[in-house]
């Protein structure tokens, strides 16, 4: 399947910016980094927001590995976000990064956030990657959580990304959906399913934005570039997440 390319990168004359951002769950680069990198590049994303990101021994050098062959820079997160990972591209200036870790339920794996508000041309974006918990109670508390530290974050436009490990009728999914855009939702572009890449049935991972930004096109792309469907069943255990935003100026 070939789609309708999304727009590309590009700055209007309001000072608006047209953005590509993807949302992807990598698994700790534990699969085929080559076809890993190949697809984040064919995707030609301003920002990635990324999940699993590898999290133990020379876990650094690996993402700084990621970046590197995917033309990219590591903006924050990792080990010191229990896995959420943000890379961005050179257009962006990084106004500042903070990673978060949540409360520990003992038995299960420890969660976190990585954040950053950046500026690219005349806006100002708030970023958010994160990864929901596997149990349903834990992770509607952590939604709650992620929306009060969006609030925190003192921005007028935010992008909101990540595994939710759960689909778009559960709690979590629903409550983020009440408070943010759902992209695929507003303007679905490509595929809608993300988990498994072999035989994709459930929509696990999202793009959200606040409401000001508006949404160009948003799904799991195809007909990438120099990328095969064998590249994406081997990259990963998810299917990426692309979305084009076109974010206003940031008013004086």
């Known amino acids: 399947m070939v789609l309708t390319p999304l727009p590309d990168s590009r700055t209007e004359p309001d000072g608006s910016a047209v953005i590509r951002v993807l949302c992807y769950n990598i698994r700790s680069m534990r699969d085929d ?35 590197a062959r995917t033309d990219l820079v590591v903006l924050g997160g990792g080990a010191t976000a229990a896995g959420p990972l943000l890379l961005c591209s050179l257009r962006a200036t990084v106004e500042r990064t903070e ?11 420890r969660r976190g956030f990585a954040t950053s508000v950046v500026r690219i041309a005349g806006t100002r974006i708030g970023l958010l990657s994160f990864h929901l918990s596997l149990r349903r109670d834990e992770r509607l508390a952590q939604a709650e959580l992620l929306l009060d530290r969006l609030d925190a974050m003192g921005v007028e436009h935010a992008i909101v990304a990540g595994d939710l490990n759960d689909v778009p009728t559960g709690a979590a999914f629903r409550r983020l959906a009440g408070r ?42 195809a007909g990438l ?28």
């Not at 399913?193 to 049935?201: G, I, K, L, Q, V």
């Not at 994406?232 to 692309?242: C, F, G, I, Q, S």
């Open 99 to 109: 990673d978060v870790l949540l409360p520990l339920t003992p038995g299960l794996h």
């Open 180 to 221: 943010l855009q759902d992209c695929w939702a507003v303007r679905p572009w490509g595929g809608e399913h993300t988990f498994t890449p072999d035989a994709p049935r459930r929509r696990i991972d999202a793009v959200f934005a606040t409401s000001g930004i508006e949404v160009l096109g948003c799904g799991v792309p």
């Open 33 to 67: 980094r080559a076809a890993l990198a190949r697809v984040i590049s064919a995707c030609a994303p301003d920002l990635v927001l990324i999940q699993e990101a590898p999290r133990f021994f020379r876990w650094r050098k690996r993402a700084a590995w990621l970046a």
């Open 225 to 252: 570039p120099g990328v095969t469907e064998a590249d994406l069943r081997a990259a990963t255990d998810h299917l990426p997440v692309l979305a084009a935003l076109r974010v206003p100026a940031t008013r004086p």
